[in-house]
């Protein structure tokens, strides 16, 4: 699996908005609150722009296109990207490697992972090449 970092890859329009919201959300609440409180915000901020999400969604894991078991995605936004929400002081390496578990195991291409632990929100997105 390769991670596209380039600026043309999938539903850019889709996580810009999210990545907006977040930073509402972060602007607003500042930091010091637990994970739940921030997936709930983005959640709301999120429905007040039209936009779908679906909390704790269940999220199909596969091994060689056989269903092995599922997980809860923080939220799910338009069945298309999943979003982990952190409220950590700093990104960690066991991050990294949980996003890419779960676009190997779903299927899907694109993931964000959003810090509101730190003053300013931490933000990576992922994209899983189709390869």
Excluded: W
């Excluded at 994970?35 to 999220?59: P, W």
């Excluded at 990207?81 to 949980?98: G, N, S």
Aim: glycine letters at 6%; a neutral charge; zero cysteines.
């Amino acid at each position: 699996m390769s991670i596209n970092m380039s600026e043309n890859y999938a539903h850019l329009d889709l996580t810009n908005r999210i990545i907006g919201a977040a930073i509402e959300v972060s602007n607003t609440l500042g930091t010091g609150f637990l994970e739940k409180v921030y997936q709930r915000a983005l959640a709301h901020e999120l429905r007040e722009q039209n936009v779908g999400v679906h909390e704790e969604a269940v999220v199909d894991v596969f091994y060689r296109g056989f269903k092995v078991g599922d997980y809860r995605a923080d939220l799910l936004v338009d069945q298309t990207v999943i979003v982990e929400i952190k409220a950590a002081k700093a990104f960690d390496a066991i991050h990294k490697a949980q996003i890419l578990n779960y676009l190997r195991a779903t299927g899907l291409t694109v993931e964000l992972l959003l810090n509101f632990g730190t003053p300013q929100l931490g933000i990576k997105r992922v994209v899983r090449s189709q390869r």
